[in-house]
Structures are given as C-alpha cells and as structure tokens.
C-alpha cells in the first residue's frame, strides 16, 4: 500500500477534537472521511464509551477503587427463600425475594455451597430429606440461616415440569414456605452415631439370618432336616461337626459345615458386641432411661426413638 493510502486510512477524527475540511467557512464542523468511507459512515464508527463500563471512583485516601459492577453475589442480593437439590458433587440453588420473584437461579459445585450461603443475609433454606441432608442442614444452620427439611412425595407436587436439577430446587423453594407443610426434625451428630449402631447392627442380623437359612438348605439335601429358629439351627450344626460320621457326610461337605459355622460365630460375637454398645449408650442417656420406663421398652427401642428423632417430653 502506497503512503498516500496510508495516510488516507489513518485519518481518524479523535473524540472531543473538531475537524474541517480546507474549504470550510465560518467554522462549521465537519467530520472527515476516514479513508474510502464518507462523512457519515465516519460519524458512526467513532468510538463511544460502553454504558456498562464506569470510571474507577477514588477514595477519600485518594487511590482507586474498583467499580460495583452490579454483581449479584453477597450480601446485595435481596432473598428471602432458598430451595437447593442436593447432590453428590453438583447442586441446583433458586432464589425467591420477599415477594416470591426470583432472585438467582444457578449450579454449584460442592466445595463452593458453604461459601456462596455465608454471603447471603439470613434466610429460609429449604432441603429434601435425604441422603446428607442432616449434615448440611446442620453447617448451613451454622451461617445464620433457617433450614426446613421436607419428605422428596411433599415436594413433587410443587415441581411445575420434567425432573431436572433447576426444577427440583424451584419446587423445594416452593414447598418450604407452605404453611401446611410438615418438616423433618434435624437430627443431630450424636442421633446419627446412635442410628449407626441400629443400621450396622440389622445388617449383621440380615446376613446371620441368611447364613442359617444356607446350612438349613444345604442340610436338607443330604436328608438333613433343621428346624426353625436360629438357636436350633446353631446346636444342630455343632451337633453334625462334632459327630459327622452320624449322618455319613463326606469330608468335603463337612469341611464347608465347618466355614460356615466359624461364620456364623462371627456374626454371634459382632451382634453381641454392637448389643453391648447399644446398652451402654441407654445407660448414658437420661431421655432413654426415662424411655424404659414405658412397658415393653427396653435398651433397644428406646435408643432407636431418641435416634430416630425428638422425642416429646
């Protein structure tokens, strides 16, 4: 490209300068061509300031300051309700004002919930109860904020379309500010653990019961026939191994008797053991004492009532 053309493209009229061509009279302003573009396609492509974009404003100790860029983050937003799906990795957030219009809808990730709701003001947060819902109820109620759990078949009325992320958090946020609506007592750290024992302790019992009922079919196809109850069933099979040649058994069938019975000894000594713990824990706590006075409550049924939830005084 020659000089000339050059020069042609770059005269560029700079905002705020006045610009006159060489016949102008009087002063009157003109814009210049800006290379092979008229007066006013040159009028159009000067460049003009973006609204959205402010001046750095300066403080009273004189430096800049960032500008407020409207971002809806912290405590400027304006909620009132939080209604959030729960999830393993992912969660879905909507957010309602004082007067039920949105506020937020997002997806955040794990890591990143605690620290969202610690910049919001106090507010109604709504959950599912279900899997983890009791711990974070229990770390949000640690920000400042009030959290309601809810039954998932209370909360499916209230979703409007298909099953996703964003509609769940929109029905939940609707469902906590019924009146109607009947909430879930937060368990505490303490309620779980009780829980604990119970759960472990029925799986123990779940796979002893199905131990028995193996030996019990086993038995039965060499004529042996068991009878009901795990107690009978036990004496039976030390019976059998303590005299095998009795009921003519080979070696190899007794050596499978033998694994099993050492297995059924196991889950003797962990159910007894889980027992023992489960009694410790009703002798410590004075609402399970006051449980057994009730007939027909024992170290059981009382700690799984106070484990299970709030009990009435």
């Given at each position: ?13 700079r ?18 061509e ?19 974009l ?51 809808k ?54 409007k ?11 939940i ?10 909430f ?32 019990r079919?086993?038995?039965?196809e ?14 039976l099979?030390?019976g ?39 009694e ?24 799984a ?9």
């Open positions: 490209m020659k000089d000339g053309k050059v020069a042609d493209w770059l005269r560029i009229v905002p705020g300068k006045e610009a006159f061509d060489s016949g102008s009279l009087g002063g009157e302003r003109k814009v210049a800006i290379g092979p573009f008229p007066a006013e396609q040159a009028e159009l492509m000067r460049w003009t300031q973006p609204h959205n402010k001046r750095p404003l300066k403080g009273q100790d004189g430096k800049l300051d960032h500008p407020n860029r409207g971002s809806e983050e912290g405590p400027v937003m304006k909620v009132a309700t939080i209604g959030i799906d729960l999830a393993k990795d992912v969660f879905g957030l909507h957010g309602v004002d004082g007067e039920g219009r949105v506020t937020f997002r997806r955040l990730v794990r890591s990143r919930l605690l620290e969202f709701l610690s910049q919001l003001p106090r507010c109604l947060v709504g959950l599912e109860a279900c899997s983890s819902a009791h711990y974070w109820a229990r770390e949000i109620e640690r920000l400042g904020h009030r959290v309601r759990l809810m039954s998932p078949r209370f909360v499916k009325p209230y979703r379309s298909d099953k996703n992320d964003a509609n769940d958090a929109e029905a946020c609707e469902a906590v500010t019924r009146a109607s609506m009947r879930v007592p937060i368990k505490s750290e303490a309620q779980h653990e009780v829980q604990a024992l119970h759960r472990v302790r029925e799986q123990l019992l779940k796979s002893r019961t199905a131990l028995v009922n193996q030996v079919g086993l038995l039965a060499h004529g042996v026939v068991a009878p009901h109850g795990i107690a009978r069933a036990r004496r099979l030390l059998i191994l303590a005299d095998p040649a009795r009921h003519g058994l080979s070696g190899l069938f007794r050596e499978t008797l033998q694994e099993m019975a050492e297995r059924l000894r196991f889950f003797d000594e962990r159910v007894g053991a889980y027992d023992d713990r489960i410790r824990v009703f002798k410590e706590d004075e609402r399970c004492r006051r449980l057994a006075k009730v007939e027909g409550v024992g170290p059981l049924v009382a700690t009532v106070v484990g299970s939830g709030r009990p009435r005084e």
